[in-house]
């Protein structure tokens, strides 16, 4: 991931922290001030901006609020007014001091008049804004106010919004900080000129995708990732779309990359003393991207959540359009990768690095999947292009598997269900997944494989199931004949066998139990004679292969012994 920074991590000072009493919570003032331009609109605040707030919550439609003093709720897949009263209600029970929703125009006069009884303060966000974009900005916003003094040394540990503002105000541009997969995690709201490449990173999540493969093109990244030096990116001018020049620097800590930081130049140039302070900065903002770590952790947490709903056809679809940045009517299938046979704390732990690193494998190919780990087994929801065919998925799959074979020293094994359009279709995806999984568990040979490559195989083992479940499926005259093989030492079942994988050619199925053809003729006359078995009969032949099949599955390697 590059070269290592020439402090190590144990040489970083840490910001020194302001003296006196402790910086007092922060507000829903100072929220919708850090989180310009224009993300928060507030549409009614019954008690006023200047209350405190805490971290903010994710809504789950399915379960009640939880009592939750001063949280900002975040209003997912509640796409009606009468279910954003409802919220609102909720919040003000559980003492939540606001709630966030999406509106597709203005307020309606009850969702208004609700907040105002309710006492709880009604903000509004883009539409375009992913929610679980907003959750990690409103998150590393609530860190603590910003500091009064410019001064990078005096933003608080964690708070990247006021290490951002630092950094804007005294290098002299429009600053955000992202981390290694180009999401913005923070970015300054000072008086400086921005373009529009800026305005649409910051509304959506991340530098659009167009910007970044223009900057790989360009060469931009390699040159970030592979030092420890400032990196201006000049006169890159996209079609018709302003592009200000930049300064970027690359944020590492013990080799480990954790993001860059990225300064536009506004009305006057940044020079050699800009450089030098952004060098600075990024040695100062590896032990606030550190701390933000944790803050991640929750939201990854719940973008699992909620992946593993959808898989299991449990889910909301606006939740998972919200929460995953997921387009419900895309298609898209479902890969299962298993690491062990045993539910263990070993095999769990290994899952976890499984997930992290097909997520990371696929973002890197330009896959988009959406990766969440239970027990020994991780599921990757990975989208499929319409230039994509079954051999690509199952292609995706085998790199998987040898790359943890490789770099985690992980044995997987993966199986790919079919693929769907639109969220319904994904449990079954997902159930033929673990079907597919089952079936190359047995043998133990293959280590991935398609639906449609062992389908015939997934569908015994569910008429298999059936008939465990169903007693009465067995009985019949190939029960008979396996009774009287017990009984008596006779092969009947044996010859049986033979004759339905020879598909009734006398011959080979003589050979294949060591027998002379007049001999295997005489025992499968003996069997319509002393059984009724009537091999003339599509349907018995059909109903008598599968109860032997259904009998014993572990078929002998001959049938001579």
Same mark, same amino acid.
Request: a negative charge; charged letters at 25%.
């Given at each position: 991931?590059?070269?290592?920074?020439?402090?190590?991590?144990?040489?970083?000072?840490?910001?020194?922290?302001?003296?006196?009493?402790?910086?007092?919570?922060?507000?829903?003032?100072?929220?919708?001030?850090?989180?310009?331009?224009?993300?928060?609109? /507030?549409? &009614?605040?019954?008690?006023?901006?200047?209350?405190?707030?805490?971290?903010?919550?994710?809504?789950? $439609?399915?379960?009640?609020?939880?009592?939750?003093?001063?949280?900002?709720?975040?209003?997912?897949?509640? *796409?009606?007014?009468?279910?954003?009263?409802?919220?609102?209600?909720?919040?003000? *029970?559980?003492?939540?001091?606001?709630?966030?929703?999406?509106?597709?125009?203005?307020?309606?006069?009850?969702?208004?008049?609700?907040?105002?009884?309710?006492?709880?303060?009604?903000?509004?966000? %883009?539409?375009?804004?992913?929610?679980?974009?907003?959750?990690?900005?409103?998150?590393?916003?609530?860190?603590?106010?910003?500091?009064?003094?410019?001064?990078?040394?005096?933003? %608080?540990?964690?708070?990247?919004?006021?290490?951002?503002?630092? $950094?804007?105000?005294?290098?002299?541009?429009?600053?955000?900080?992202? #981390?290694?997969?180009?999401?913005?995690?923070? +970015?300054?709201?000072?008086?400086?000129?921005?373009?529009?490449?800026?305005?649409?990173?910051?509304?959506?999540?991340?530098? %659009?995708?167009?910007?970044?493969?223009?900057?790989?093109?360009?060469?931009?990244?390699?040159?970030?990732?592979?030092?420890?030096? /400032?990196?201006?990116?000049?006169?890159?001018?996209?079609?018709?779309?302003?592009?200000?020049?930049?300064?970027?620097?690359?944020?590492?800590?013990?080799?480990?990359?954790?993001?860059?930081?990225?300064?536009?130049?506004?009305?006057?140039?940044?020079?050699?003393?800009?450089?030098?302070?952004?060098?600075?900065?990024?040695?100062?903002?590896?032990?606030?991207?550190?701390?933000?770590?944790?803050?991640?952790?929750?939201?990854?947490?719940?973008?699992?959540?909620?992946?593993?709903?959808?898989?299991?056809?449990?889910?909301?679809?606006?939740?998972?359009?919200?929460?995953?940045?997921? *387009?419900?009517?895309?298609?898209?299938?479902?890969?299962?990768?298993?690491?062990?046979?045993?539910?263990?704390?070993?095999?769990?732990?290994?899952?976890?690095?499984?997930?992290?690193?097909?997520?990371?494998?696929?973002?890197?190919?330009?896959?988009?999947?959406?990766?969440?780990?239970?027990?020994?087994?991780?599921?990757?929801?990975? $989208?499929?292009?319409?230039? #994509?065919?079954?051999?690509?998925?199952?292609?995706?799959?085998?790199?998987?598997?040898?790359?943890?074979?490789?770099?985690?020293?992980?044995?997987?094994?993966?199986?790919?269900?079919?693929?769907?359009?639109?969220?319904?279709?994904?449990?079954?995806?997902?159930?033929?997944?673990?079907? $597919?999984?089952?079936?190359?568990?047995?043998?133990?040979?293959?280590?991935?494989?398609?639906?449609?490559?062992?389908?015939?195989?997934?569908?015994?083992?569910?008429?298999?199931?059936?008939? &465990?479940?169903?007693?009465?499926?067995?009985?019949?005259?190939?029960?008979?004949?396996?009774?009287?093989?017990?009984?008596?030492?006779?092969?009947?079942?044996?010859?049986?066998?033979?004759?339905?994988?020879? +598909?009734? #050619?006398?011959?080979?199925?003589?050979?294949?139990?060591?027998?002379?053809?007049?001999?295997?003729?005489?025992? /499968?006359?003996?069997?319509?004679?002393?059984?009724?078995?009537?091999?003339?009969?599509?349907?018995?032949?059909?109903?008598?292969?599968?109860?032997?099949?259904?009998?014993?599955?572990?078929? %002998?390697?001959?049938?001579?012994?």
């Amino acid at each position: 991931m590059g070269r290592a920074s020439g402090a190590p991590a144990g040489d970083i000072e840490p910001p020194s922290q302001p003296s006196g009493e402790p910086p007092p919570a922060p507000t829903l003032r100072a929220l919708i001030e850090r989180l310009q331009p224009a993300l928060l609109e /507030v549409v &009614s605040a019954p008690r006023g901006l200047d209350v405190p707030v805490s971290d903010p919550l994710l809504l789950d $439609v399915s379960e009640p609020l939880p009592p939750a003093d001063g949280v900002v709720v975040l209003a997912l897949g509640v *796409d009606s007014d009468r279910g954003r009263v409802s919220v609102v209600r909720q919040a003000a *029970d559980a003492g939540a001091v606001a709630v966030v929703v999406k509106l597709p125009g203005a307020a309606g006069d009850d969702l208004r008049a609700a907040a105002e009884d309710a006492g709880v303060a009604l903000l509004a966000v %883009p539409q375009e804004l992913a929610w679980g974009h907003l959750y990690t900005l409103l998150l590393t916003a609530a860190v603590r106010p910003a500091p009064e003094s410019a001064g990078l040394s005096e933003a %608080p540990l964690g708070d990247l919004f006021a290490l951002a503002n630092a $950094v804007a105000a005294v290098v002299g541009g429009a600053t955000t900080i992202e #981390d290694p997969g180009n999401h913005v995690v923070a +970015y300054s709201n000072l008086e400086h000129p921005i373009d529009a490449a800026r305005q649409r990173t910051i509304l959506g999540r991340q530098v %659009p995708t167009e910007w970044i493969r223009r900057l790989q093109d360009a060469g931009v990244f390699r040159r970030l990732w592979q030092t420890d030096e /400032v990196v201006r990116i000049a006169d890159f001018v996209g079609d018709k779309v302003e592009y200000l020049p930049r300064l970027a620097v690359a944020v590492r800590v013990g080799g480990e990359l954790l993001g860059s930081i990225w300064v536009i130049e506004g009305r006057e140039p940044l020079g050699p003393e800009a450089e030098r302070i952004l060098r600075d900065a990024s040695r100062i903002a590896a032990l606030h991207l550190l701390r933000h770590r944790s803050a991640a952790d929750v939201e990854r947490h719940q973008r699992a959540r909620v992946l593993l709903a959808v898989l299991d056809g449990t889910d909301d679809v606006g939740l998972a359009e919200d929460v995953l940045g997921l *387009d419900a009517g895309r298609s898209m299938a479902v890969v299962a990768f298993e690491v062990g046979d045993q539910l263990d704390a070993s095999s769990t732990i290994a899952a976890a690095r499984v997930a992290d690193l097909v997520a990371v494998y696929c973002e890197s190919y330009r896959r988009e999947a959406y990766c969440a780990a239970t027990g020994a087994r991780v599921f990757a929801l990975v $989208v499929v292009d319409a230039d #994509d065919d079954a051999r690509s998925g199952e292609a995706l799959a085998t790199a998987i598997v040898d790359r943890a074979g490789n770099a985690l020293q992980v044995q997987l094994r993966a199986g790919i269900g079919s693929t769907v359009t639109g969220l319904g279709g994904v449990a079954a995806s997902r159930r033929e997944a673990e079907q $597919v999984l089952e079936v190359i568990g047995v043998g133990g040979g293959r280590r991935t494989a398609t639906i449609d490559a062992v389908r015939p195989q997934v569908f015994l083992r569910r008429l298999r199931e059936i008939a &465990s479940r169903t007693p009465d499926l067995l009985v019949g005259q190939v029960v008979a004949l396996a009774e009287q093989d017990a009984a008596k030492g006779t092969a009947w079942v044996q010859t049986l066998r033979a004759y339905f994988d020879a +598909y009734g #050619d006398m011959a080979s199925a003589a050979a294949a139990v060591n027998v002379h053809p007049n001999t295997f003729r005489y025992r /499968v006359r003996r069997i319509t004679e002393l059984f009724g078995l009537d091999l003339n009969d599509p349907d018995g032949r059909l109903v008598a292969e599968l109860q032997l099949r259904f009998l014993d599955d572990r078929r %002998p390697s001959g049938y001579g012994t």
